[in-house]
């Protein structure tokens, strides 16, 4: 099969190791976005041979420095024309159970074939004159990308075992691509979990790292599901699927928290990209298990789950690597949540309003999403209500904003200059010529704008300065004395 890449640096990076007398091969997600038709700026190159002196001969041409060599891992990096391409050494690993770090050797194509995760990922496409275009197939990653399946190139047991990480890629894959995770794959994977978090094999960050990942793809849910379907979940974030099952007793049953969280972070995930309110959508019911109550004749309560869950986030960005500088903003989103609902109502107060503007602050626009994608409701009509709700307390938050706005207003010419203007002192006259101008803005006739104040002060200023000056010099009224 032949794919030309139709791409001029490949073609430029071809010629050259052609005349060098390498043998180079582009693989990994490049190939398989390029099938996919999906364009990629990440290229990875396997060079048969000494990965990092082909890429010094290309940087050379190039006239561009590398961006980076890591010798350990024969590989370095060149960044040209928005492309970041990656040169490695063709190589073998061997795995020792405690480091998911492999001992090295350089090896041919298959070897360096064979290694890889999955077949998807396993493919290669020849740069050389003689094999341009031709794709190198050796575990049918080509029909599994037709087919889409994820599925590892030997035994999964021994993948996923060998390197634990592989086990949150293959979810991260099928997430993105909406791909199947084959059966044996699936299986090995619920076997391997617990490698996972096992003797510090992966760390922390790279397991949190494939985790937002999969939280930003399009469909989140169909991620965090196979996480919980696989047991994942439970090893990497237990709080998480602790959210799932029902309980019924009476006529009373809740509904299911994990599933319902699922649903929101799909409804959030259509309106933004931001991953930390994607993450306040994914943990904003997390306390309800702790804080859920029956109560007799009212049903399942779950009384103070936004503050808890709130008090929450702190242990586990610290236990998952967060970023800290983003735990205030999730604790606020998660402790509000709530707040909105009841300020639908007709009789709410205007401070009741403004307070809801000043403790959400910046996030108030955040918040306002995330309550709408909280409805997840089955029944059309509620939807419809709830949402409009959220409409009629935006509507009202406005107009709130917008009064105070008005009681705060000042002319844009401020006193020191119209005394300036005016040649006058400190006094009561600078206030009534203020106030002039901002009834002539709040009138409209002229905008609430700096020149078009003045200019409106330079041509009242005469007529307003006399009229002043007669009623100050109009005699004092006299007071009534006793006797007059
Ligand atoms: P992405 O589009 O996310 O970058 P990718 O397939 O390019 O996807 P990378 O993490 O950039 O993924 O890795 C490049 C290639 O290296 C993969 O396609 C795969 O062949 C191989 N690879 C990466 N990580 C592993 C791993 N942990 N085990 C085996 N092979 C891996
Ligand atoms: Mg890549």
Redesign the pocket.
Known sequence: MIFDPQNIILKKIGNAADESGYRIFVV???VRDLILGVI?N?I?IMVLGDGIQFAELIAEKFKKPLDAVYKNFATALLNIDGYKIEFASARKESYNRSSRKPEVETAGLNEDLSRRDFTINALALGLNEDNYGILTDNFNGYRDIQDKIIRTPLDPLKTFDDDPLRIMRAVRFASRLNFKIDDRAFDAIKKMKDRLTEDKVVSQERITNEFLQILMTDKPSYGLDLLFKSGVMDTIFPELSALAGVEQRKEYHHKDVFYHTLIVVDNISLKTENLWLRFAALVHDIAKPRTKKFIEGTGWTFHGHEELGARMMKKIFIRMRLPINKLEYVEKLVRMHLRPIPLAKDDVTDSAFRRLAAEAGNELEDLLILCRADITSKNPDKVSRFMNNYVLVEKKIIEVQEKDELRNFQSPVRGNEIMEICGLKEGREVGIIKSKIEEAILDGEIKNDYEEAKKYLLDIKDKLLSSIMINKSKPPRLKKSAGS
Request: no cysteine; aromatic share 16%; hydrophobic share 0%.
């Open positions: 990994g997600g490049y990629d990440d990875d």
